[in-house]
């Protein structure tokens, strides 16, 4: 398939229409390697004048070069076969190519004595034999007047033609009074024979030179899909363009082995073009070097061989001249035929840059024509030079990881400087390769090899624990001591809320038995002890024993907080009593107070115990003692993948406060930061995502962390973040009963685990108004005794406020007023603005239309502001809610009463005897409430309540 190719074929049709007037013509195509000046050559018969033109064709071999007039005696061929054309150019009737019977014999004769005086006059190539009788006999064939057209004379690779036959081809290119003939030739760019002199004399009185420009996007993309036989993505073609180079050589060989994996041509298999090796282009590669000089070649291995890690071009020629055994002129000489030959890019001309390979094929063509032994020994070489001029260590460890190990005793300290700085910018995968090919030179079973294992150990456990726990179980043996050992271990968890495998936690577990073993009886535990056994109480969360357990050792956890690990361990206890509500909130606070007096504000990042004692706090309802920290922290540089977790943090700040405007504003940040969240974080991440969403009503939000949550480190928060993020969206659907249910099962699944705490999980809330709303009265006034019992017994004022507000709305009126007046008056102590606003609003509703009423919704109505509220509240009239259509409608004081104790579950009868009213008078303000909300009884009013005012739940 030839395209991309017009200009090229123009030219030589104007070359023939020269001809048939009698003007004779030398073009010569050239160009790099793989650029398709033979695919061009071949097509030329069938697209410049098909049918019309007389064709002889030559391929110059390297093998051939000492045959004389080669090159010529397949021209002669071709008129053997050819024969004398009719006058038309058509063959005729008498012989088998039209010639009058006899005649074909003595055309044949004609071309034998050619042929002849090519043995004559030709000798070897070396000779230089006269080519003018050949000439002459050549061109009085080409002359024969049964020729209708001039003929196109095909010569491919010239560069590798003998000698007589570029003298012949030079003597018909020069005389102009001869037949008519277009001569057509191709030169391939950087192969020495292209610089031979006869060759350059050639191209130098051309009188076209063509070069065939690279492919275009759109041509690119033009043949992926024709030969993929599939529209192709954007991103696709473009890795297709950018791996082939515009070479159309390289393009169809890229192309066929990618048709052969059946994938199709979409963005998601980009990899498949960056990874394919294709073999036909290897074996281009491989023939096109094997014709070069000596020291082109050596310079080709030697790049090949270091790999183009030296970015600096100023630094990699003196190494390829040393690698390559060349002066500096001898390398510049070398690149420039590479860059000729369209191999290599950079490092010669104006572009001062590193040579580089133009693409990695290329280079692996090159390693692949050498040897394992010289591949080997080359790396070798390379690696060892590299160390003696003081190169970056990365630089040398890529050399060293294509030696199987020995030999080099400064291997070891420069893999692992390599390891080192390949984590530190974000390569962990590079460091992991460093790190074994250390090991290689470290064959004893000592404590060398042993703290080997376990830096190899601390680099892979993020990607893969399977092979951190093994290395890690080769290294302990090794270990001379026990707090040795125990900071080894302690690499499967260098934070403690990393998730662990059950044989991180045995092996953790078996730690802490021999530190305590070994330690002083009744002694102070050490570091080590104190981070080991954090750990191992953070992995026992979700075991209701355990967790009972660590809320009993938080007692004589006294005096902790005065080293890092003293930290972790208090940061461990004081969480695990607040899932549980283990202790006093006052207390859990007191505390968390004491670790954020002493934990540096400037180690917030990824696995610090903050997010712990964030989530304590915010349960003790003591947020504000976090704030000061939080700053300090954010003015030190962030560490890398620490974004969303300072926007978490910020956002469960907030959400304590309620404050939802800029709680949402911190949760976008989070979700566009999501990708840098590590697997330590995940948890508080998703927790206060939950959070926001179930604060601030957003369904979409709750659906986007639902899935999310399924892939948590913890079973239970798993499923409990997935169930009360999913009863909104049911209660929303028109199914009340199912989320009722759903959160009946969050709370079991809470309770099973020993997770008691009401203001981490305000799962019954939001059961007391769904059973509320199904009618089940008796549930929601026994949900929301429990509640405020429980909240009492943790004692945080949100908690203690909220469950106040809930039974209010399930005991009398009377009763009612004086439960939410205490409610707001306990809230007044809270931090969390939200809850005050809702028992502000409650109370203002049932206090009537006095001034206090008023006085009471006017400062509900400015915190709805503050909070960004998502129902609106009425500062004039004391009605429930407003519609949530476009007409909102205006209850009267007695209609807003009379729907609160139906919602609430009164019956008519009960509101007549509580209002002292008739029973047909009841009837007669709930006839209005309906037609104002164009609702149909009593369940389509407490469904429309329960839409427009969900929030109450919470």
């Known amino acids: 398939m030839l395209v991309q190719r017009d200009a090229e074929l123009d030219?030589?049709?104007?070359?023939?229409?020269?001809?048939?007037?009698?003007?004779?013509?030398?073009?010569?195509?050239?160009?790099?390697?793989?650029?398709g000046r033979s695919a061009l050559l071949h097509r030329l018969p069938r697209c410049v004048a098909p049918g019309e033109v007389r064709t002889l064709w030559a391929t110059a071999v390297p093998e051939e070069r000492d045959l004389s007039f080669g090159v010529v005696?397949?021209?002669?061929d071709g008129l053997l076969l050819d024969g004398p054309r009719g006058g038309d150019g058509t063959p005729g009737?008498?012989?088998?190519?039209?010639?009058?019977?006899?005649?074909?014999?003595?055309w044949a004769a004609r071309v034998e004595h050619a042929l002849e005086l090519t043995e004559e006059n030709g000798g070897t190539a070396g000779t230089g034999g006269d080519p003018g009788a050949v000439a002459e006999a050549v061109r009085s064939l080409l002359a024969e007047p049964g020729a209708h057209a001039p003929p196109l004379v095909l010569v491919d690779d010239l560069q590798w033609a003998d000698a007589p036959s570029l003298r012949w081809l030079a003597?018909?290119?020069a005389r102009p009074d001869g037949p008519p003939l277009v001569l057509v030739c191709t030169v391939r760019d950087g192969d020495p024979g292209a610089r031979d002199g006869l060759v350059r004399d050639i191209v130098e009185s051309a009188d076209r030179v063509l070069r065939p420009a690279p492919l275009s996007l759109a041509t690119t993309g033009r043949l992926v899909r024709e030969l993929l036989g599939e529209p192709a993505d954007e991103e696709f073609v473009r890795a297709c363009h950018q791996t082939a180079c515009g070479r159309p050589l390289f393009l169809m060989s890229l192309l066929s082995e990618l048709g052969g994996t059946g994938r199709p041509p979409l963005a998601a298999h980009v990899p498949l073009v960056r990874a394919a090796r294709p073999e036909q282009l290897r074996d281009r590669v491989v023939s096109g070097l094997g014709h070069q000089p000596r020291a082109v070649r050596e310079t080709a291995s030697a790049l090949a061989t270091l790999r183009v890690a030296v970015q600096d071009g100023s630094v990699l020629r003196p190494l390829l001249a040393r690698l390559a055994g060349l002066d500096d002129a001898g390398t510049v000489s070398a690149l420039r035929s590479l860059r000729r030959l369209g191999l290599v890019e950079g490092g010669v001309g104006e572009d001062r840059g590193a040579a580089r390979y133009v693409q990695p094929g290329v280079r692996e063509a090159v390693e692949y024509a050498m040897d394992a032994a010289e591949r080997r020994q080359r790396h070798t070489d390379a690696a060892r030079l590299l160390y003696e001029l003081g190169r970056p260590a990365e630089e040398v460890a890529a050399q060293l990881e294509s030696v199987a190990g020995g030999g080099c005793p400064w291997a070891v300290p420069v893999l692992r400087d390599a390891a080192d700085s390949a984590r530190r910018r974000g390569a962990p995968d590079r460091a992991v390769r460093y790190l074994r090919r250390a090991?290689?030179?470290?064959?004893?079973?000592?404590?060398?090899?042993?703290?080997?294992?376990?830096?190899?150990?601390?680099?892979?456990?993020?990607?893969?624990?399977?092979?951190?726990?093994?290395?890690?179980a080769q290294a302990l043996p090794l270990l001379p001591t026990a707090a040795e050992r125990a900071e080894a271990v302690l690499v499967l968890s260098p934070c403690v809320v990393a998730p662990l495998t059950p044989a991180g936690v045995e092996l953790l577990r078996a730690s802490a038995d021999e530190l305590s073993a070994s330690g002083p009886a009744g002694g102070t535990p050490g570091e080590e002890a104190l981070r080991v056994e954090a750990r191992l109480r953070y992995a026992g969360l979700a075991d209701p024993g355990r967790l009972t357990d660590a809320t009993g050792r938080l007692r004589t956890a006294d005096g902790a907080d005065g080293s890092g690990g003293g930290r972790e361990l208090l940061a461990v206890l004081l969480h695990a009593a607040t899932l549980s509500a283990g202790a006093e909130a006052s207390e859990v606070a007191r505390r968390a107070r004491s670790i954020l007096e002493r934990e540096p504000a400037s180690v917030p990042g990824p696995g610090s115990v903050i997010q712990l004692v964030l989530f304590s706090l915010m349960a003790a309802d003591a947020v504000e003692a976090a704030e000061p920290w939080l700053n300090a922290a954010e003015q030190r540089p962030a560490p890398g993948g620490s974004d969303a977790l300072r926007h978490s943090q910020r956002a469960l700040l907030h959400v304590a406060r309620g404050r939802l405007p800029r709680a949402r504003e911190e949760m976008e940040r989070v979700l566009t930061a999501a990708g840098t969240v590590g697997a330590e974080n995940r948890d508080f991440v998703l927790g206060v995502l939950c959070a926001v969403a179930l604060s601030a009503r957003d369904v979409q939000l709750g659906s986007l962390v639902a899935?999310?949550?399924?892939?948590?480190a913890f079973s239970p928060l798993q499923g409990v973040l997935a169930g009360m993020l999913r009863m909104p969206e049911q209660a929303r659907a028109g199914d009340p009963a199912a989320a009722l249910e759903t959160a009946m099962e969050c709370g079991r699944q809470l309770e099973s685990v020993g997770w008691r705490n009401p203001v981490l999980f305000p799962?019954?809330?939001?059961?007391?108004?769904?059973?509320?709303?199904?009618?089940?009265?008796?549930?929601?006034?026994?949900?929301?005794?429990?509640?405020?019992?429980?909240?009492?017994?943790?004692?945080?004022?949100?908690?203690?406020?909220?469950?106040?507000?809930l039974l209010a709305r399930t005991d009398g009126v009377d009763e009612r007023v004086g439960m939410l007046r205490e409610s707001v008056a306990v809230l007044r102590g809270s931090a969390n603005e939200l809850e005050l606003l809702m028992a502000l609003r409650d109370l203002g509703r049932l206090l009537g239309d006095g001034a206090e009423a008023r006085e009471v919704l006017r400062e509900a109505g400015e915190l709805a502001e503050s909070c960004g509220a998502p129902w609106p509240v009425d500062r004039a009239a004391p009605g429930p809610v407003r519609s949530a259509g476009p007409v909102r409608a205006t209850l009267t004081r007695t209609e807003n009463r009379v729907a609160l104790l139906v919602v609430t579950g009164f019956t008519n009868r009960e509101i007549a005897a509580e209002l002292k009213v008739s029973v047909r008078a009841v009837e007669k303000h709930l006839t209005h409430v309906y037609r104002k909300f164009g609702v149909k009884g009593r369940r389509g009013l407490s469904a429309h309540l329960y839409e427009t005012e969900l929030n109450t739940a919470g």
């Open 439 to 472: 090991l290689l030179d470290v064959p004893e079973q000592g404590p060398t090899r042993a703290r080997l294992l376990v830096e190899l150990a601390a680099t892979e456990i993020h990607s893969d624990a399977p092979a951190a726990e093994s290395h890690l």
């Open 73 to 76: 005696r397949q021209l002669l």
């Open 763 to 805: 799962w019954r809330p939001w059961a007391v108004s769904l059973a509320q709303r199904t009618g089940d009265h008796h549930l929601a006034r026994a949900l929301a005794t429990e509640e405020y019992a429980r909240a009492r017994e943790w004692g945080a004022p949100v908690g203690v406020g909220r469950a106040l507000r």
């Open 11 to 35: 030219a030589i049709r104007e070359a023939l229409a020269d001809a048939t007037g009698g003007l004779s013509s030398l073009n010569v195509v050239a160009g790099p390697l793989g650029i």
């Open 707 to 712: 899935a999310e949550a399924r892939g948590s």
């Open 171 to 173: 003597h018909v290119a």
């Open 93 to 106: 009737e008498d012989g088998p190519h039209g010639e009058a019977p006899g005649e074909h014999g003595r």
